[in-house]
């Protein structure tokens, strides 16, 4: 017991010392969570949040373009901008993303809406508008074009009516489409519909990549033991393999935790101060503390193969960023898993980072509890215990040498 | 102290053994100087007796306990000084002291005692509290040195404990290791340092492939009977005729007046002295035998360079 504490206390101080370390654990996933959840919080906010800014040019006259303005300027989330300048100019702030679209009424609009070839209403995009917020303004104007289009074929229909028949239709309220549809997000925090902001994604994401560079402070520490001669005192000493792992794997559970717990208290605290949503933490402590564990246990066990596989500090470092950032990019720290295609998800099921996303955010987003989280905390421990096996095979080299 | 008989060990992937049927004894209080170039299996020797590597059942016996059967119980009483600085350089000198006195299951209440101890004897007080990276080259073999002190071990292995240091801290850690040889510490004590050897040992056992080439003191290994160098020094100085006469002599060295035979029989040594009589020549001194320890070791080992 004295032994093990020593071999804690010792890691805990050598790490202590190590700036480089720290800010690799503790300052870069922070600044991360930070930067990246501030940057993106619009792609994950609610609808309130977007906005999408226009060029309306109506070179048109008459009742039809008129209400197809109205409406147009009464959707939530779009801004169209005066334009007081001829329409190649518009177009130019365009081409420049100054401005997303640009809308063109054009002439003879309205009188051919109920023709047989009727004139269409041209939409421009800025080439750095996203093929989501394309889709959505598109959507938006088809909607706005459908509204008018049936509003006009009715009162033309009603007219080619007799007078008692054309009386007896009932008026029709275009808008309620809105009002037939409920739509709303499960997730909920505060009893209320609500959003998951950037936040809920980052945080979990950002400490799940931090989590797993504890190889290189780990690795540096274990291959200068190596090299040094250390690792074969500690050894005539009578440390067996088991002590030494053991030795390496608490402390840097610790280590992993305190990880855990500093980055949820940015998302809790420090992204406020920023104009950040605060994190929201679900309703199961215990399935949050075990994610925390298996991850730290997979991370670190993983720290320690890596320690034995490599023979230098400079491919410890090289290693494990080349691998956390697959890792990463296949596990959703990156792009999102929704956004990937199937290949590339089917894939992202064997990097435990994204086990160990998928857990955070079952508890985060989803409100899950210890049976929602098990299987990927299970993958995990699987994990964990693997490479711990690998790196209890191997636990040191040759270093005879006279 | 150590008794070995007949070990041999060759590692995993290895072609050749690297420890031959080596047959070795260092007896207890002794300060013994293991000699070998690079290759030659000191280290593999030292960890096959430090327990890092494993050793054939009933071959290695450290005071009389069978190395394979009761491994821990020799551990209690032997330490390793490794060559290599082989501590933590982030952690200050009381640091590292306290911390491997916690891997050696040091009683709480006794390792202030035994820091002290190693403190002193390593000459380290004042400079307790300060990091081992900003330590200088002696201070840092000092402490790897006071390391090995922690468990006041009867058996004592020094892997090259002055390389790369000045002589002020050389002559510190001599004087040290014989201190500790004095209170009883039986010393194994590896150096490519023949002087080092040779002021410091009382007996040298010389390993090369893996084999003990020879094992003795220092004055049976300087002046066995074997052939061997002869110097004989002259009264005086040679003239032309006779420096022509002696270099006929196979082998023989003229340097002012002194003459040198590299290898030099019985039979041989009786010829030249006739031969100097028959030309009236006086011998001043005669040395027989290898005039140091390096001289031994380059004729045990030959000149070939080694990795």
Redesign the interface.
């Known amino acids: 017991m ?2 093990l ?3 804690v ?2 890691e805990w ?2 790490l202590l ?2 700036w480089h370390a720290l800010l690799l654990l503790f300052v870069m996933p922070a600044v991360f969570i930070l930067v990246m959840s501030l940057a993106l919080q619009n792609s994950f906010a609610s609808q309130q949040a977007v906005h999408i800014s226009y060029y309306l040019v109506n070179e048109d006259s008459g009742p039809v373009s008129a209400a197809l303005t109205q409406r147009l300027l009464a959707v939530p989330g779009f801004s169209a901008l005066p334009a007081h300048v001829p329409t190649t100019a518009l177009a130019t702030r365009v081409r420049r993303d100054q401005v997303q679209f640009l809308v063109i009424i054009p002439r003879g609009f309205g009188k051919a809406l109920l023709h047989a070839h009727p004139l269409p209403l041209r939409m421009l995009a800025g080439p750095g508008v996203e093929p989501a917020v394309y889709k959505l303004f598109e959507a938006a104007l088809h909607n706005a074009l459908g509204q008018v289009y049936a509003e006009h074929a009715l009162a033309r229909l009603k007219n080619m009516m007799p007078a008692p028949v054309s009386t007896a239709v009932p008026g029709f309220d275009f808008d309620a489409a809105d009002k037939l549809l409920h739509a709303g997000s499960l997730y909920q925090t505060h009893g209320q519909m609500e959003f998951p902001s950037s936040v809920q994604q980052n945080v979990p994401a950002w400490l799940v990549f931090a989590m797993f560079f504890i190889a290189i402070p780990l690795s540096t520490t274990w291959m ?1 033991e190596r ?4 690792y ?8 067996n393999t088991r002590a030494l792992l053991l030795g390496k794997l608490l402390p840097y559970l610790g280590i992993n935790l305190l990880q855990v717990i500093v980055m949820l208290l940015v998302g809790l605290i420090v992204l406020p101060w920023f104009g950040g949503d605060r994190l929201t933490l679900g309703h199961s402590p215990p399935a949050l503390v075990v994610m925390a564990l298996t991850l730290s246990f997979a991370s670190v066990a993983y720290a320690l193969l890596v320690a034995n596989l490599v023979s230098t500090g400079e491919q410890a470092t090289i290693f494990t960023g080349v691998a956390n950032l697959l890792m990463a990019a296949l596990g959703g720290i990156m792009v999102p898993r929704f956004l990937m295609p199937p290949l590339m998800q089917a894939l992202s099921a064997y990097s435990p980072m994204a086990w160990g996303l998928d857990g955070f955010l079952d508890v985060f987003l989803r409100h899950g509890g210890l049976q929602t989280v098990a299987p990927d905390a299970l993958r995990l421990l699987a994990f964990g215990l693997a490479c711990l096996a690998l790196a209890g095979l191997r636990p040191g080299r ?5 | 102290m150590i008794q070995i008989d007949g070990l041999s060990f060759r590692y995993p992937r290895g072609n050749n053994d690297a420890i031959s049927n080596l047959s070795l004894r260092v007896r207890h209080g002794s300060l013994f100087g293991l000699l070998g170039p690079n290759g030659s299996g000191k280290t593999t020797l030292i960890s096959i007796l430090i327990g890092l590597l494993p050793s054939p059942p009933g071959r290695v016996q450290i005071e009389g306990i069978s190395l394979q059967a009761r491994r821990p119980e020799t551990r209690s009483f032997s330490a390793l000084v490794p060559q290599d600085y082989a501590f933590y350089p982030r952690l200050s000198i009381a640091e590292n002291l306290a911390f491997f006195a916690g891997v050696l299951a040091i009683p709480a209440a006794e390792t202030g005692v035994r820091i002290q101890e190693a403190l002193s004897v390593s000459g380290l007080e004042p400079h307790h509290g300060t990091r081992a990276e900003r330590l200088s080259g002696g201070l840092k073999r000092r402490l790897n040195l006071a390391i090995g002190l922690l468990n006041r071990p009867r058996l004592l292995f020094l892997d090259e404990p002055t390389v790369g240091i000045d002589p002020q801290s050389r002559h510190f850690i001599l004087k040290a290791i014989r201190r500790i040889n004095s209170q009883g510490t039986t010393v194994v004590y590896t150096s490519h340092n023949m002087e080092e050897v040779e002021s410091l040992c009382d007996e040298i056992g010389v390993l090369d492939n893996g084999r003990l080439l020879v094992q003795g003191t220092l004055e049976q290994l300087l002046g066995g009977s074997e052939s061997k160098q002869l110097v004989v020094g002259l009264a005086s100085t040679l003239t032309a005729e006779q420096c022509k006469a002696l270099a006929a002599w196979p082998g023989l060295e003229v340097a002012g007046s002194e003459l040198r035979v590299a290898q030099c029989s019985a039979a041989d040594f009786q010829h030249l002295m006739a031969l100097l009589a028959t030309h009236g020549l006086k011998p001043s001194r005669v040395k027989y035998g290898y005039g140091n320890l390096e001289q031994l070791f380059l004729h045990l080992t030959g000149h070939r360079l080694r990795d």
């Not at chain 1, 090299?227 to 250390?230: D, E, L, P, S």
């Not at chain 1, 074969?232 to 440390?239: D, I, K, P």
């Not at chain 1, 040759?398 to 006279?402: L, P």
């Open positions: 004295r032994t504490y020593s071999l206390k010792k101080i050598m010392r190590d200068q090299q040094q001669g250390t074969a005192r500690l050894r005539s000493m009578g440390l040759r270093e005879g040498k006279g």
